[in-house]
């Protein structure tokens, strides 16, 4: 029998899947077998499935119904009958000799979870993923390693079938947090061992620079109620495991305030990313939430926060969505001819690390901007003969001229809201700002991490 199956999730796209399945094929091993779980949206991604499965030994098909990703991967584990599963989607491609490796890793080490190297893909060549791809090359990593608990929700994991047979345990039926989820379940209440294997897995998909938020399109409050209970479930693990190791737990060790730092920036990143798409209450639940886990810091990691988080100076920097509309900081005005690329602008300039901004655009834009981001508060638009006349007259913050439709780095103006330069200076910093993360990007692509 074989010691592994690889579960392909197939939902939307039949060439993505191909794509998939061909890399499967030109796998240097045939020892694993390959479970197609068609969630039966085209009818062109059941056809595609049924063909690989009726051409190729160990390749079947199982039917979702439309289910999500974290139900077709339980289905998977179901109908598995390998010691280990490993879990792709469609658009996922691994190297010829990733299934190889990851066996062999698995007969040496006999691990719980095996972290692959994993890239992704983004407008030019893959980049790897920098949590596991450090994970990935150590032989065991500690479960309160930093990089571990930074890589909760990156993909690229084989878990033991024992977690959904033996404890009963998947996938969480959620929109987000999945993977992070599921893996510290196992990581703290099974004790799981994790090993690491280089064999390389990458992902063909683009991200948030063309998708904005995955799965369900958009952030939303349920989301982050998601991401909270996961922080309190880590940290209670973390004070479990320091009482049964040590005897003791004081709230000022090592791991649990490293923990409350990863996981406070966590949420605050997103605390700000989804700050147009919440109502008031829901901000304010979530800062009530980021004040809890800042009262159990220590001094010293306080300190560490204000500093590793400057530009968001929580929560100094909150305010009601009626105070963002009406105090920007930055005026934002679109100097671009607009076309269909102009959403991607779009997408990522509303899940910026730093929301405090308005912006102008022309009328001609409206045809080209998706219905949900003409519903917010701080988007305005005018006739294009009076467009810049009437923009900076309106304006209330500093203005910066957008002058191509090229997507927004998250960063871009949480780094710029920082700065102490004069006002006149901005629209030379924003350009250099861009550019900068335009050169971290395209490094990164070349395998290169420039911080």
Not at 110 to 136: C, F, M, Q
Not at 309 to 333: G, H, N, Q
Request: some cysteine; proline content about 4%; hydrophobic content about 40%.
């Amino acid at each position: 029998m074989n010691l592994i199956t690889a579960a392909v999730t197939a939902r939307n796209d039949a060439e993505e899947l191909i794509y998939t399945l061909e890399s499967l094929v030109a796998q240097s091993t045939e020892d694993f077998d390959v479970i197609i779980v068609c969630a039966g949206t085209p009818a062109e991604i059941n056809e595609a499935a049924k063909k690989y499965a009726d051409e190729y030994v160990g390749f079947s098909v199982v039917e979702a119904d439309g289910g999500s990703i974290p139900f077709c991967r339980n289905l998977a584990a179901v109908n598995a009958k390998t010691e280990y599963m490993m879990f792709i989607d469609e658009g996922d491609y691994l190297a010829p000799e990733s299934i190889e490796k990851i066996i062999a890793a698995a007969e040496e080490n006999k691990p719980d979870i095996i972290t692959t190297r994993y890239y992704v893909s983004g407008e030019g060549e893959p980049y790897y993923e920098h949590w596991n791809d450090l994970l990935a090359t150590v032989p065991d990593a500690d479960r309160f390693d930093r990089a571990l608990m930074n890589s909760l929700e990156t993909e690229g994991r084989v878990f033991k079938k024992k977690f959904f047979d033996l404890y009963e345990e998947g996938y969480p039926d959620i929109p987000v947090f999945y993977n992070a989820s599921f893996l510290a379940k196992c990581l703290y209440d099974y004790g799981a061992s994790v090993a690491g294997c280089a064999g390389a897995v990458y992902d063909r998909r683009n991200g948030i620079y063309r998708c904005g938020f995955p799965e369900n399109g958009m952030p939303t409050a349920e989301n982050l109620k998601i991401l909270e209970k996961l922080a309190v479930k880590l940290l209670d693990s973390v004070a479990e495991i320091t009482k049964e190791t040590t005897g003791a737990f004081d709230g000022d060790e090592y791991a649990y305030q490293e923990m409350l730092f990863v996981l406070f920036g966590l949420v605050t990143d997103r605390f700000y990313r989804y700050f147009w798409y919440l109502d008031n209450d829901e901000l304010g639940e979530i800062k009530a939430f980021l004040e809890s886990l800042s009262d159990k810091m220590t001094e010293d990691r306080k300190k560490k926060i204000a500093e590793e988080f400057a530009d968001l100076r929580f929560p100094a920097m909150y305010m009601t969505i009626e105070d963002a509309v009406k105090l920007p900081m930055f005026s934002l005005i679109a100097d671009f001819t607009p076309d269909r690329e102009t959403q991607y602008l779009m997408k990522t300039l509303y899940v910026s690390r730093f929301p405090f901004f308005e912006l102008f655009m022309k009328e001609s834009t409206r045809i080209f901007i998706p219905e949900e981001f003409l519903k917010m508060p701080n988007i305005y638009f005018f006739p294009d003969k009076t467009f810049f006349t009437e923009a900076r007259a309106r304006a209330k913050g500093i203005q910066i001229s957008v002058k191509n439709q090229v997507p927004l780095d998250p960063r871009t103006l949480s780094e710029l809201s920082v700065s102490k330069a004069p006002r006149g200076l901005f629209q030379y910093l924003f350009g250099l700002t861009r550019k900068k993360h335009a050169a971290k990007t395209y490094l990164k692509q070349k395998g290169l991490n420039m911080r």
